[in-house]
Nanobody, 121 residues
Framework: VQLQASGGGLVQAGGSLRLSCTASLRAFSWYAVGWFRQAPGKEREFIAALGYDFAATFYADSVKGRFTISRDNAKDTVYLQMNSLKPEDTAVYYC???????????????WGQGTQVTVSS
């Protein structure tokens, strides 16, 4: 397993969760990292990304201002802090890694298993 996501669960609307994704990739610090989500019956959505150099981030409009992506290269871990959660945030969340441009979702070729996030109203 190269990416292992965790931290999902059930939370009430307005609450917070922090997802973690631990990598076992060689030279992980040179990868861009991203989070995607997929709700039942919907297409996968690219919601957040962080470049390998920490200098640039991407957020989808649907999560901007509420979610924060971060990484700790010493721990080979990526985080997604999710605040002010809404029922429409309910989805399976996936972490992924890219050797290409951080904001190009098509460059993410290494994936973790998903973790379920359910937000109740």
């Amino acid at each position: 397993v190269q990416l292992q996501a965790s931290g999902g669960g059930l939370v009430q609307a307005g609450g917070s969760l922090r997802l973690s994704c631990t990598a076992s990739l060689r030279a992980f610090s040179w990868y861009a990292v991203g989070w995607f989500r997929q709700a039942p019956g919907k297409e996968r959505e690219f919601i957040a990304a962080l470049g390998y150099d920490f200098a640039a981030t991407f957020y989808a409009d649907s999560v901007k201002g509420r979610f924060t992506i971060s990484r700790d290269n010493a721990k080979d871990t990526v985080y997604l802090q999710m605040n002010s959660l809404k029922p429409e945030d309910t989805a399976v969340y996936y972490c992924a890694a890219s050797r290409g441009h951080f904001a190009d979702s098509s460059t993410y070729t290494t994936w973790g298993q998903g973790t379920q996030v359910t937000v109740s109203s």
